[in-house]
């Protein structure tokens, strides 16, 4: 009798032709590497990616001084440089999401559903964000599951202040679901273009829309119904 995997395959928008490389990227060791490598950065927006990366530098900054008495320069920043990375490959990625490709992920559904509605109630405390949606298998009515992320979007007002706040906000609920150990998939968009990259067939539940954009953007589309929490 067949066994069922432990841990889901990984699957990259481009695979190589050699079969040994195409395992090697979906093992266990090949997915963490990548994702420690990027951190999910190719997928990101402007403001995303920016303070992705001006937390790299600042935490090297912060660690450099510190490392310098214990080793040379050079040491020191290449160290400093390695363990921000870390630090923010942990903090402000998807780090338990990654964890269903690689067998130590799994979440009672449950907590999947009140967490989603935990983000729902703090988003709107937050002022810069236009809109917030769930998106992935759950919006495309395949229902929660222990082994589930939730995808979601979460959409900034216009303005450098807004983009900023709306960062943070994005940072924190990162960093908020590596410590509850939540497969969180969130990405923070500048605004409502990249939404149409995303499958058509998803149904996305409106977590925090309030001025309506999120519904008036996907009625233009000709979605005869959407789902709000």
Same mark, same amino acid.
């Given at each position: 009798m067949a066994t069922k995997p432990r841990f889901k395959k990984k699957n990259y928008?481009?695979? #190589?032709?050699?079969?040994?490389?195409?395992?090697?990227?979906?093992? #266990?060791?090949?997915?963490?590497?990548?994702?420690?490598?990027?951190q999910g950065i190719l997928g990101m927006g402007r403001t995303d990616r920016w303070f992705k990366v001006g937390l790299d530098v600042a935490l090297t900054l912060v660690?450099? #001084?510190?490392?310098?008495?214990?080793a040379r320069v050079g040491v020191a920043v290449a160290c400093s440089f390695l363990l921000a990375h870390t630090l923010s490959w942990l903090l402000n990625t998807h780090f338990f999401v990654i964890g269903r490709f690689v067998g130590f992920t799994t979440t009672p559904t449950d907590k999947i559903c009140s967490y989603a509605r935990g983000i729902a109630s703090r988003s709107q405390r937050c002022p810069a964000l236009l809109g917030v949606a769930v998106y992935g298998a759950v919006a495309r009515g395949r229902g929660v599951r222990a082994t589930s992320d939730v995808d979601m979007r979460f959409i900034r007002r216009p303005g450098w202040l807004n983009a900023l706040r709306a960062a943070w906000f994005t940072f924190a609920e990162r960093a908020r679901a590596f410590f509850a150990a939540f497969p969180l998939d969130v990405y923070l968009l500048d605004d409502l273009r990249p939404l149409g990259r995303l499958r058509e067939d998803e149904r996305p539940i409106l977590l925090h829309d309030p001025d309506g954009v999120l519904e008036q953007y996907y009625a233009a589309k000709g979605y005869e119904w959407l789902e709000r929490r």
């Open positions: 928008a481009w695979m #190589p032709g050699n079969a040994l490389l195409r395992d090697l990227m979906a093992s #266990p060791v090949g997915v963490l590497a990548i994702n420690w490598t990027f660690l450099t #001084p510190i490392l310098t008495s214990f």
